[in-house]
């Protein structure tokens, strides 16, 4: 009997003893975007650029904008980065990697442009790391980008980019000043 009682408070301990949570799939750091259009027919690049290397509060962002010509196709890249870490990591390949479980969305106001997906996930549904945008007449306004983990992609009118339906949780989320001349 005296045995049994000994080992109780043994067993007692190891059944309470805490394991560390697992975290399924931990958010990543994004510390820069960068959004890069190409001409379709040929010429400089048109870069936009987003980089907070110390995340929410302290130092403002750096954002970067370049003008875009009127009446132009561009072919558009995403790039994603954590610059916090030596050498920097580089997120948009994990965002294509887990593809089914992201997406992009491209809102825009008062600028001439339109945007469309170059890309999709294994069940065909966009993801947004490329893209196609057009350019219309001169104008200015602004584009927001932002990245959704977990999109509800069947929903009504998200695999057409639009972000009203899409639910799930926003990774990051730029606004950028556009001018086209």
């Known amino acids: 009997m005296k045995?049994?009682?000994?080992?109780l408070p043994v067993v007692a301990f190891f059944s309470c003893e805490k394991e560390d949570p697992v975290i399924p799939n931990e958010e990543?750091?994004?510390?820069?975007?960068v959004y890069t259009l190409t001409p379709d027919g040929g010429g400089d690049p048109v870069t936009f650029s987003f980089t907070d290397l110390d995340g929410d509060g302290g130092n403002a962002p750096v954002v970067v904008t370049e003008v875009l010509a009127s009446n132009t196709t561009y072919s558009g890249e995403l790039s994603l980065l954590n610059e916090s870490v030596s050498p920097a990591e580089d997120i948009s390949d994990?965002?294509?990697?887990?593809?089914?479980?992201?997406?992009?969305f491209y809102s825009f106001t008062g600028a001439d442009l339109s945007v469309t997906y170059?890309?999709?996930d294994a069940n065909g549904n966009p993801i947004g790391l490329k893209t196609k945008v057009i350019t219309g007449n001169?104008?200015?306004g602004q584009i927001t980008i932002?990245?959704?983990?977990?999109?509800?992609?069947s929903a009504s009118g998200v695999s057409d980019g639009q972000i009203a339906n899409a639910g799930g949780e926003t990774d990051i989320e730029v606004t950028f000043n556009v001018e086209i001349q």
């Open 118 to 120: 170059n890309d999709s």
């Open 138 to 140: 001169a104008s200015n």
């Open 146 to 153: 932002t990245l959704k983990h977990e999109p509800d992609k």
């Open 94 to 104: 994990e965002v294509s990697e887990e593809s089914l479980e992201h997406q992009f």
């Open 3 to 7: 045995k049994l009682l000994l080992l």
């Open 28 to 33: 990543e750091l994004i510390t820069t975007l």
